[in-house]
Structure formats: structure tokens, C-alpha cells
């Protein structure tokens, strides 16, 4: 996948988690009273925030990205659907640990990645 992409996938991520952060801490209680279901909503954001962030700085490394891409799809996605409907979502319990696997191998690829690597450039805008 190529650095513009990954730009993009980031840049909609984040917009994406201010939006759905704003939506857990207004309109979702509205819905759901029980306030662990609301912290994970909370967290799933905030992973999907920064983690998003992160995908900006690291667009020049594929590997990082990519693995920071399928990690906040499967961790902050699964606890949103859980969180929303958790009998409907079940199924997708297994996938948050999943995705957070997927985080951490995103930041060990940026830790082992080699100082020269396009990876310790910052993008250009």
C-alpha cells in the first residue's frame, strides 16, 4: 500500500474517532446505562485515536501501518459493536485481543525497523 493511502487511512481514522468519541460521550447514553460499557466505548476511541495519529507520522512504513490499520479495526471496532449490542456481537470477543496484538507487532515493527528506513523520516506535507 502506498504512504498516500495510509495518510488517508489515518487522516479518516481519526476523524472517525473524534466522531464516534463525541457520540459515546453524548448520544450513547442515551442508550446504554451501564458506565463500564461506556469507559470501553471511551477506550476503544481513544486506541482509535491515537493509534490513527500514529499511522500519520508512520505513513512511510508500510508494515506498521498496515498492522496498526487491521489492529484498530479489530480492537476499537469489535468494542464498539460489543458495546452496542453485546449478544448480536458476541462472535467478536475474541477479535479485541486479536487487535490489540496487531497494535503492539504495529509498534515492535517501528522499534526493529532500521534507522535509515523510511520509517525515520517524518512525511512530507
Known amino acids: 500500500m502506498s504512504t498516500s493511502l495510509f495518510w488517508k487511512v489515518g487522516a479518516i481514522y481519526g476523524a472517525a474517532a473524534v466522531g ?19 469507559a ?13 495519529a500514529v499511522i500519520l507520522v508512520a505513513s512511510h512504513h508500510p508494515v506498521a501501518s498496515a498492522l496498526f ?13 460489543l458495546t452496542l449490542d453485546t ?21 515492535l515493527a517501528l522499534a526493529f525497523a532500521s534507522k535509515g528506513s523510511a520509517v525515520a523520516r517524518f512525511p512530507r506535507f
Open 69 to 81: 490499520t487491521a489492529g484498530m479495526t479489530m480492537f476499537s471496532g469489535s468494542i464498539y459493536a
Open 40 to 52: 470501553s466505548w471511551s477506550t476503544a476511541a481513544h486506541y482509535q485515536l491515537v493509534h490513527s
Open 87 to 107: 449478544e448480536r456481537f458476541r462472535f467478536l470477543g475474541p477479535v479485541t485481543p486479536v487487535g490489540g496484538l496487531f497494535l503492539i507487532a504495529g509498534w
Open 20 to 38: 464516534l468519541g463525541a457520540f459515546g460521550a453524548h448520544g450513547l447514553k442515551k442508550r446504554i446505562s451501564d458506565p463500564n460499557k461506556i
